[in-house]
């Protein structure tokens, strides 16, 4: 199972990214989908999750900002960011839980990060 991740990049404070998660390979079933970011120093920090059949829960520092949905039929979870400031500066990574194979056990698989940078 690999998690590709994309759409970060440099953006003006203010400004607006799309940030892109998604699963492949030997997949039966996937069950909660998350991003988190790590800035600089800092510990790694959930930022939004969201289950199989669409719940979300976000971090208090992004909630009215960020949005997460998922496209069950791409394996692909979406995480609309607005309003970034600063602050959203940091490597955000998507991971997955995810039955692999017929032993029917879920196991966790991280993608690599993408950079996001907030800066005018």
């Known amino acids: 199972v690999q998690l590709q991740a994309s759409g970060g990049g440099l953006v003006q404070p203010g400004g607006s990214l799309r940030l892109s998660c998604a699963a492949s390979?030997?997949?039966?079933?996937?069950?909660?989908m998350a991003w988190y970011r790590q800035a600089p120093g800092k510990q790694r920090d959930m930022v939004a999750r969201?289950?199989?059949?669409?719940?979300?829960r976000y971090a208090d520092s992004v909630k009215g900002r960020f949005t997460l949905s998922r496209d069950n039929a791409k394996n692909t979870v979406y995480l609309q960011m607005n309003s970034l400031g600063p602050e959203d500066t940091a490597v955000y990574y998507c991971?997955?839980?995810?039955?692999?194979?017929?032993?029917?056990?879920?196991?966790?698989?991280w993608g690599q990060g993408t950079q996001v940078t907030v800066s005018s």
């Open positions: 969201i289950t199989s059949d669409g719940s979300t």
């Open positions: 991971n997955a839980h995810v039955v692999p194979d017929a032993m029917g056990i879920m196991r966790l698989y």
């Open positions: 390979g030997s997949i039966i079933s996937i069950g909660n």
